[in-house]
């Protein structure tokens, strides 16, 4: 209680400080640690709340908010380097969009200009320069304006099943970043079915809950298997051998887990070597990223320039 109302206090932000002291309240009067962040749910994630839960009735409270602790630090560093390794190639993007955007309307059309006075048949590139040229004021906002659009409604979107059942599926396909996508999602199960089973966690509602931190159909398919198989009498081991997204050193280490009955340790060690795999793949796309980005705006500066100068050759013939 004491720790609670002191964070309440002493946090920067003043929403937090409020949910804080509301759920101080709520344990004073006799709720459950769990029950009261549970009435936080877009503070506070399922993860979070099962977890202390899981810790309330193993009576391990103080070994699960350690892990809990580790487990954010961890997802939080994921996330910053990711972040950081994609924000380059982005600024390059947006670069290359201003450049573009910038010669359309100021450099293309004072060459026409000078074409129209001359008379000169036009090439077919130049014409087409010239018209997006003319409508670059309308082409270019109309461009970031749908960029915004879409990523503002991107959450919506996934609301629907359809959509997010196909996304999901094409993020794991996708050439160079699907590879990368498959070890994120994958660490995040594994990391999570690690500490709920070393929480206590039954097994069934250990692999529920990795599910929905990792938040993909793909791996809802794949722990809905695990868990047939489970009511049946089986291993994990045996419904993971059957299914795609587990990578036969996951299904070698949730085997050695399962037969030594230390599989939340293993786990553990698995996701280590998964997290240097995740940083490795990144440094990887990175590597082909930035070459890919100089060859398109070489290509797409390339052809302006030869639609602009590709009449000045047809002048000069003209003079000849």
């Excluded at 079915?193 to 529920?208: E, R, T």
């Excluded at 085997?255 to 599989?263: D, F, V």
Aim: hydrophobic share 50%; net charge positive.
């Amino acid at each position: 209680m004491d720790c609670l109302s002191s964070l309440a206090k002493e946090n920067e932000s003043k929403n937090l400080s409020d949910i804080l002291q509301d759920i101080t309240k709520k344990i004073e009067q006799g709720s459950n640690i769990s029950e009261a962040f549970s009435k936080y749910p877009k503070v506070f994630s399922s993860f979070f709340v099962n977890l202390l839960r899981a810790g309330e009735a193993a009576g391990k409270f103080d070994y699960v908010l350690a892990q809990l602790a580790v487990y954010m630090e961890k997802e939080y560093d994921l996330r910053r380097r990711i972040r950081q390794a994609f924000s380059y190639p982005l600024l390059v993007l947006i670069m290359i969009f201003l450049v573009i955007t910038v010669i359309m309307i100021v450099v293309v059309p004072a060459f026409s200009k000078v074409y129209l006075k001359i008379g000169i048949p036009l090439p077919g590139p130049t014409i087409a320069l010239i018209a997006i040229s003319n409508n670059a004021l309308y082409i270019f906002p109309t461009i970031f304006i749908l960029a915004v659009g879409l990523w503002a409604l991107r959450k919506r979107f996934l609301t629907i099943p359809g959509v997010k059942n196909r996304l999901d599926r094409w993020k794991l396909s996708m050439a160079m970043i699907g590879k990368v996508y498959h070890k994120v999602i994958l660490l995040k199960f594994i990391r999570t079915l690690s500490i709920m089973i070393a929480a206590g966690q039954q097994v069934s509602d250990a692999l529920d809950i990795a599910k929905d931190v990792a938040d993909n159909v793909v791996v809802s398919d794949a722990t809905s298997m695990i868990q047939r198989n489970i009511k049946h009498g089986g291993t994990i081991t045996d419904a993971v051998k059957l299914h795609s997204f587990f990578p036969p050193a996951v299904v070698h280490t949730i085997s050695i887990g399962e037969m030594a009955g230390k599989l939340d340790e293993i786990l553990d060690r698995s996701a280590i070597g998964i997290e240097q795999e995740v940083d490795d793949g990144i440094k990887n796309i990175i590597t082909k990223i930035e070459p890919l980005l100089m060859v398109i705006l070489s290509l797409v500066v390339g052809f302006i320039l030869v639609a602009i100068y590709l009449p000045t050759f047809d002048l000069v013939k003209m003079i000849h």
